[in-house]
């Protein structure tokens, strides 16, 4: 797992602990609070409904900051639909191509998702030149030359000509890189291994005479 990956999966289950714990007990967090200070008489006197409703906003807030990112997602879904139906009543009428969802997922590391997203808008605008360069782009670097390679014949569908070459230079030039990828790995495993080699001689001490 990469460092953002374990990032992600760290604020998920802070988010959904304290989403869970609010549930659980709406006064947990208040006896937590009672207990960290003491000496302020949280659950009496006239304050004690004030703090509780302090405690739970607090941790909503903490939990929605833990999980901005998906609720984005989902969050702006229904809102979409709903000025798509203001704005396209027709339901035939496909929306605009929404590129955001997929930058979402290439920042998390969703590779596989994010083809998904641009596949999908290929499939509804054919005439999306950044759906294919991002699509092929997206492909390669989630291992799927095969994805790649069929974004790449979909280009077809374009009605330039002078469009159509430069996805195809896109996909030459992304495939290249791809193949080079064993390599390069290679060269660096070796160029490493060169460099501890000498470290290693040197720790080693010389007989004496």
Same mark, same amino acid.
């Given at each position: 797992?990469?460092?953002?990956?374990?990032?992600?999966?760290?604020?998920?289950?802070?988010?959904?602990?304290?989403?869970?714990?609010?549930?659980w007990n709406p006064m947990a967090m208040s006896l937590l609070i009672g207990k960290l200070f003491?000496?302020?008489?949280?659950?009496t006197s006239e304050y004690a409904t004030v703090t509780h409703i302090f405690i739970a906003v607090?941790t909503v807030i903490a939990a929605v900051i833990c999980l901005r990112e998906p609720l984005v997602?989902?969050?702006?879904? +229904?809102?979409?639909?709903?000025?798509?139906?203001?704005?396209? +009543? *027709?339901?035939?009428?496909? @929306?605009? @191509?929404?590129?955001? /969802?997929?930058?979402?997922?290439? &920042?998390? *590391?969703?590779? *596989?998702?994010?083809?998904? /997203?641009?596949?999908?808008?290929?499939? =509804? =605008?054919?005439?999306?030149?950044?759906?294919? /360069? &991002?699509?092929?782009?997206?492909?390669? *670097?989630?291992?799927?030359?095969?994805?790649?390679?069929?974004?790449?014949?979909?280009?077809?569908?374009?009605? $330039?000509?002078?469009?159509?070459? =430069?996805?195809?230079?896109?996909?030459?030039?992304?495939?290249?890189?791809?193949?080079?990828? +064993?390599?390069?790995?290679?060269?660096?495993?070796?160029?490493?291994?060169?460099?501890? &080699? @000498?470290?290693?001689?040197?720790?080693? $001490?010389?007989?004496?005479?």
């Amino acid at each position: 797992m990469t460092f953002r990956q374990i990032l992600t999966a760290i604020r998920w289950m802070i988010g959904v602990a304290l989403i869970g714990m609010l549930i659980w007990n709406p006064m947990a967090m208040s006896l937590l609070i009672g207990k960290l200070f003491p000496k302020i008489e949280w659950g009496t006197s006239e304050y004690a409904t004030v703090t509780h409703i302090f405690i739970a906003v607090a941790t909503v807030i903490a939990a929605v900051i833990c999980l901005r990112e998906p609720l984005v997602a989902w969050v702006s879904y +229904p809102i979409r639909n709903f000025f798509s139906n203001i704005f396209y +009543p *027709d339901e035939k009428v496909v @929306p605009p @191509p929404n590129y955001n /969802v997929a930058t979402l997922y290439r &920042e998390q *590391d969703r590779l *596989d998702e994010a083809v998904e /997203v641009y596949l999908g808008i290929l499939h =509804h =605008h054919p005439q999306e030149v950044l759906a294919y /360069v &991002e699509g092929i782009k997206t492909a390669f *670097d989630a291992s799927q030359p095969e994805t790649a390679a069929k974004i790449a014949g979909l280009a077809e569908r374009l009605t $330039e000509e002078t469009l159509r070459g =430069h996805i195809a230079a896109i996909y030459e030039e992304a495939r290249q890189e791809y193949e080079l990828r +064993p390599l390069e790995t290679e060269l660096e495993a070796e160029a490493e291994a060169a460099t501890e &080699e @000498p470290a290693e001689n040197s720790g080693e $001490e010389t007989p004496g005479r």
